[in-house]
């Protein structure tokens, strides 16, 4: 392929695609997809919450690589910086359209990019604080219309309209539940009082903003259908792999919360994730575990590009040749939207059905068998003989040197 | 001095503008006494200007020309410092200079340098707190989120609580960029936490990046060398890159962003996650 096109949509559950147990049809479009495409049933993301788990897609890298700080170290590499100096500067065009304020060029993510949008200067309203799909498909065209496609593209598309705060639009209410007859004003009154505060005592609401949160995923499902359609008329689709996943989940009660904070639970690490138009393995369901930081590798593989030295992961194909070591994540454990510096690190260690957890401000482990218990709600640390072998895997990453 | 030839009316015009903005200093000066008062001075050419207008509605009017005040952020081009020192001399112009001593200190007065928080004395401490900041330590950037807030709105808040200054002068325009377009003339800010009561006047709102070109050359009025290599706006020296190297006044002014090379995101990219509930 001579394209590669990384779609990410904020804030994507994994079980929002049929393929992966949704029961209703959300997401047509990339449902469809499916067939042309590698599925990585075993994707996992590297965190629960952009900051965290961004620098494992776009620098294969974790974030206690480098201090905590809240720009992107300059020591990290970007599949841009990465595609720039290992093809040459004129080599590959690389191009980024967002609105995530935390990948915004004042945070740093503006390095090695030909064209990079991350649309600070507009203006935007407070119930829906980004620009839509629709509006970063729109800069894409716009953008693939002056350039030469004669020269190999990567291109980073990045949606927010998941993200909270929940405020879809009717139609795409009346795709999930045509019954709910909130305002806009009292959606995002839920926003502001329930799913801020963190509040999910109540099983209707967070019933209720799940459904709201499903309607967003329904437009971001037109967003991607529209992004393949300007793929196409500008002629790239053919030629380009797409990938596409997420940065994390969202949590609605599964474990006494809601949104996505410093908790390393399946709902927020376990992703979606698929390859369309692959090198090979089409219509192929891959059902190792595979990591965030494997992406910027595979993208690097796609353009026929060695690997960065800097890059943690390694490239997924050829499928047989991926080595599964099991997957690892960290972030700091926050346990609300604010990340204060008191809150302490968090950890998770996958291999096969086991997957451990640990949370330095409690010094509490978790450890579940995900054949038996895919939910996470028992607690095997205790009783599980296989608990001190797992743990040994983790404990090296926790006792790594802290800045 | 480059020179500029303009149309009678196009004269007129600018007349009219700096006619209005004299009007916009008499009503300070009718509700305020001009020992309170002060004109913020970056050694732009925006400010400049504000200058040059005040003094000459000063000189009509009998009225004693206020004090200036200019903010040091601790990485300023050589070349605006000098220009300030130039003409705080020739136009005899009281010129007081802010800066936040406190953090140049921790950062060992070194760019990039990691400051430690703890470092800071409690005042700084508790802006960094009050802007939603839990940081050990940041890096000492002027233009950065933190940075600008000590660097800048801290010294600011500073100045006008130490000296009882009740209104400042600010040389805004509406077309700088659209966050200011609708900029009133006069704004009362209330006292808020760390932050004292004050009004602002923006007498030069009105005039368009082309306006103070033409004004600029057409009355002589001095400006910092840089803008004739190519800068339309000066920041802070690391973070203002010249947009091209021909000088502003003849660069396409109407077509392009003029604070395409200063960082202006900083803000509102904090509103953003302000408004994601992040902050």
Known sequence: MKHVVLLTIDTLRRDTLTQFGCRLPLTPFLDSLIPDSTVFAGAHSVAPYTQASFPGILTSSYIFDTPRAPKLSEKRVLVSEALKRIAGEADITTAAFHSNPYLSDF????RGWDMFYDSMEEDVEDMSPYISGAAIDEKVDNWLQTIDKGRPIFLWVHYMDVHEPYVPDRQYIDRVDGSITLSREQMFALFKDVLLPRDAS???????????YQAHVCEVDDYSRRLFDILDKHGILSDAAVIITTDHGDEFGEHGSLSHDGKMYSELVHVPQLIVNPPEAKGVVCEQLVSGVDIAPTILQMFGLESDPAFQGSPLYPL???????????????????????????????????????????????????????????????TAAEAETIKRKLKPRIDREHL | MPKIELSSDRITELETKIAKSKEIFQQAFERFDVKDTRLIWSGGKDSTLTLWICRQHCEEQGIELPKAFTIDEGDAFEEIDEFLHTYTKQWKVDLDWGRNEDVLKAAHYALD???RVADLNERNQAEIKRIGFDLQAFPFE??????????????????????GIKA????????????????????????????????RYRPILHFSERDIWDTTLCFNIPFCPLYEKGYRSLGAKTTSLKSSDIPAWKQDLENTQERAGRR??????????RKLGYM
Do not use: C
């Open chain 1, 107 to 110: 945070f740093g993510w503006n």
């Open chain 1, 202 to 212: 109540n099983p209707e609401t967070v019933q209720l903003l799940r459904k709201l």
């Open chain 1, 320 to 382: 047989s040749e991926y080595h599964e070591a099991g997957v690892y994540g960290e972030a700091i454990g926050k346990r609300a939207h604010k990340i204060k510096d008191t809150d302490m690190p968090a950890y998770y260690y996958r291999e096969g059905k086991w997957k451990i957890m640990y949370r330095q401000e409690e010094d509490s482990w978790e450890l579940y068998n995900l054949d038996a218990d895919p939910r996470e709600q028992v607690n095997r640390i205790e």
């Open chain 2, 113 to 115: 340098a990691e400051v």
């Open chain 2, 142 to 163: 002027a233009e950065s989120y933190v940075g600008n807030h000590l660097m800048k709105t801290v010294v600011f808040n500073t100045y006008l609580e130490n000296n």
């Open chain 2, 168 to 199: 400042v002068f600010q040389g805004l325009r509406w077309d700088e960029q659209k966050a200011r377009a609708k900029d009133p003339y006069l704004e009362d800010v209330e006292a808020a936490q760390l932050t004292p009561s004050h009004a």
């Open chain 2, 264 to 273: 202006q995101d900083k803000e509102k990219t904090m509103e953003r996650l």
